[in-house]
């Protein structure tokens, strides 16, 4: 059992202004940016008193930044105040040496002052662009507490390697009911248990999809709201467990919203990586595995190797079930021994991952509900589900491959359980994840619910569904699921 915990060089933590995406130091940058240059324009008996506050201002926080970090959103800030300071401290210094202070003329200044505050007013933008991810209060019961397990599969080998005797092994976060830790509590690193993993896991993700590193450079400073290893609530209640498996090339903390607002409702979420799919994988002794899975652009043969993926990841949910049972028996004995459900046990990701979620499912009657997040049904349809299931897909357009929409709806039209399918307006592919707490609000990248609406969306759908299947709580699922989009029923009866 691996249980990492801060290092010395995990640095310092951004914590961020809610709604302005800066820092209380770079916002403090930028006001006395923009007051270096407003004081131009202040009456004459106000300019030294304004320009040496100012200046005062900019140093200390400009080396506190040096301390903590700076990001590149603040360049342009830096760089008006750069051009602004030696036509603000000019007048100052010649009227203490005696000489005549001597100012630019209005028209000469004007679009001076304008130019340097356009720079400072694009930092703000960037950094609402590309934010340093805030990621929304768990509005559940329990404080969330998270661990981080490693294991290995001695029955399975390890089919992305040559060597015989390597075996599979996967990475595990767990999200868990937590007692309140104290309020000065170190949250948890987002994307990594230290911030060397986090970069790490972020160069990998940014590589894959071609961005510059340095626009995302917030994300590996984020930290969520869970802390490492607290406590397991009290009162000895049996939480039942939510197997994640990410999309291609996604990570095992991709979804961490979601699932902190979860684990905050109650319920255990285990996301995995799969090292050789997942971008980055970085094992307790050191190594970093990358991902060696990569289309070809012939559809035939990536539809062939996306359904052996498929069912590798299949193979880890269902290896990762199994491991948690035998945690909550109490082998390798820890604070979540005889506190996980694994008789309530639903199966979801997000993408490939919801591929492989129904893989799982239909291989695997441990696993009550199953949950696809926008995902292809990769593999073979059969056999068929007999668990209940939700899909949540984003709108269908002429871009959405044809073949999509057939095969999911077969897929649950076949489900000897009742199945959910649910279109959500707005939504985009990557709005089923945490990408619009810190990728451009472009509704063709993460839809047009917004940074605060899309994990709302996403966390209540699937909780209500999750009430229902594992808890059998009552109410009325298909009206509360309606209130997000367009929901298609499909019952056992309806099947042929």
Same mark, same amino acid.
């Given at each position: 059992m691996?249980?990492p915990g #801060?290092?010395p060089?995990d640095?310092?933590?951004? *914590? %961020?202004v ?8 770079e916002? %403090?940058v ?6 270096? @240059?407003?004081a #131009?324009?202040?009456?004459p008996a !106000?300019?030294? $008193?304004?320009?040496i506050a100012?200046v005062?201002? =900019? ?5 506190a930044l ?5 990001r590149?959103q ?15 401290l ?13 100012r630019a003329?209005?028209w ?5 002052? =304008? !130019?340097?505050?356009?720079?400072m007013?694009?930092g703000p933008? !960037?950094?609402w662009a590309?934010?340093?991810?805030a990621?929304?209060?768990?509005t559940?019961?329990f404080?969330?507490?998270?661990r ?6 001695? *029955? &399975? ?27 000065d509590?170190r #949250? ?13 896991v972020?160069?990998?993700?940014v590589r894959?999809?071609?961005l510059?590193?340095f626009?995302v ?13 607290a406590?397991? !609530?009290g009162?000895?209640?049996?939480? /039942? @467990? ?8 996604g990570v #095992?903390?991709q979804?961490t919203a ?14 995995l990586d799969?090292p050789?799919d ?5 094992l307790?002794?050191?190594?970093t ?6 289309s ?6 990536d ?5 052996r993926w498929t069912a590798?990841r299949?193979?880890d949910? $269902?290896?990762?079930l ?8 109490g082998?390798g ?8 459900d694994t008789?309530r046990?639903?199966?979801?990701g997000?993408?490939m991952?919801?591929?492989a979620?129904?893989?799982?499912a &239909?291989r695997?009657r441990?696993?009550?509900?199953v949950i696809?997040l ?6 073979p349809?059969?056999p068929?589900?007999r668990? /209940?299931?939700l899909a949540?897909t984003q709108? %269908?357009? /002429? ?5 999509y929409?057939?095969?999911l ?5 076949r489900?000897?359980?009742?199945s ?5 307006p707005?939504?985009a592919h990557?709005?089923f994840?945490?990408g619009?707490?810190?990728l451009?609000?472009?509704p063709s ?15 209540a759908?699937?909780?209500a569904?999750l009430n229902?299947? =594992? $808890?059998?709580?009552p ?8 209130a997000?989009g ?7 009866k309806?099947?042929?």
């Amino acid at each position: 059992m691996w249980r990492p915990g #801060r290092r010395p060089e995990d640095g310092p933590v951004t *914590e %961020i202004v809610a709604g302005l995406y800066l820092s209380p130091w770079e916002l %403090i940058v930028l006001l006395g940016a923009v007051a270096l @240059v407003a004081a #131009r324009w202040l009456p004459p008996a !106000a300019r030294p $008193r304004v320009t040496i506050a100012a200046v005062a201002v =900019l140093v200390p926080s400009a080396v506190a930044l040096g301390v903590t970090g700076v990001r590149w959103q603040l360049l342009p800030v830096a760089a008006g105040a750069a051009v602004a300071l030696p036509f603000a401290l000019s007048p100052l210094l010649r009227g203490r040496t005696g000489r005549p202070a001597r100012r630019a003329r209005w028209w000469v200044a004007l679009p001076g002052s =304008l !130019a340097c505050l356009g720079l400072m007013a694009a930092g703000p933008v !960037a950094a609402w662009a590309f934010p340093v991810p805030a990621f929304p209060e768990p509005t559940g019961r329990f404080a969330v507490g998270t661990r981080v397990m490693q294991w290995t599969d001695p *029955e &399975r080998p390890e089919t992305f390697t040559a060597d015989p005797h390597d075996r599979r092994t996967v990475v595990v976060q767990l999200w868990y009911p937590a007692r309140q830790s104290p309020a000065d509590a170190r #949250r948890a690193q987002y994307l990594g248990h230290t911030e060397h993993e986090a970069r790490t896991v972020s160069a990998a993700l940014v590589r894959q999809v071609g961005l510059p590193g340095f626009l995302v450079d917030g994300v590996p400073r984020a930290r969520s709201h869970a802390v490492f290893d607290a406590p397991v !609530a009290g009162g000895g209640e049996r939480f /039942p @467990v939510v197997l994640f498996s990410p999309g291609s090339g996604g990570v #095992r903390t991709q979804n961490t919203a979601w699932a902190e607002e979860l684990a905050s409702h109650g319920y255990v979420v285990a996301g995995l990586d799969h090292p050789y799919d997942s971008a980055a994988v970085v094992l307790a002794d050191g190594r970093t595995l990358r991902t060696r899975t990569e289309s070809t652009g012939d559809r035939d043969k990536d539809d062939e190797l996306a359904a052996r993926w498929t069912a590798v990841r299949a193979a880890d949910l $269902r290896f990762v079930l199994t491991r948690l049972d035998r945690l909550d028996r109490g082998e390798g004995a820890g604070p979540l021994t005889g506190r996980l459900d694994t008789g309530r046990a639903a199966v979801t990701g997000h993408s490939m991952g919801g591929a492989a979620a129904l893989q799982a499912a &239909r291989r695997d009657r441990r696993f009550d509900a199953v949950i696809d997040l926008d995902g292809y049904p990769h593999g073979p349809a059969t056999p068929t589900l007999r668990q /209940p299931a939700l899909a949540l897909t984003q709108a %269908i357009t /002429p871009d959405t491959d044809p073949r999509y929409l057939p095969r999911l709806t077969r897929a649950l039209e076949r489900n000897t359980a009742p199945s959910y399918r649910l279109t959500v307006p707005g939504a985009a592919h990557l709005t089923f994840m945490d990408g619009p707490l810190y990728l451009p609000p472009l509704p063709s990248v993460t839809g047009s619910l917004g940074r605060t609406d899309s994990p709302r969306v996403v966390a209540a759908t699937t909780l209500a569904f999750l009430n229902t299947t =594992l $808890r059998h709580q009552p109410g009325d699922l298909p009206g509360t699921l309606s209130a997000y989009g367009h929901l298609s029923v499909h019952h056992p009866k309806d099947s042929g």
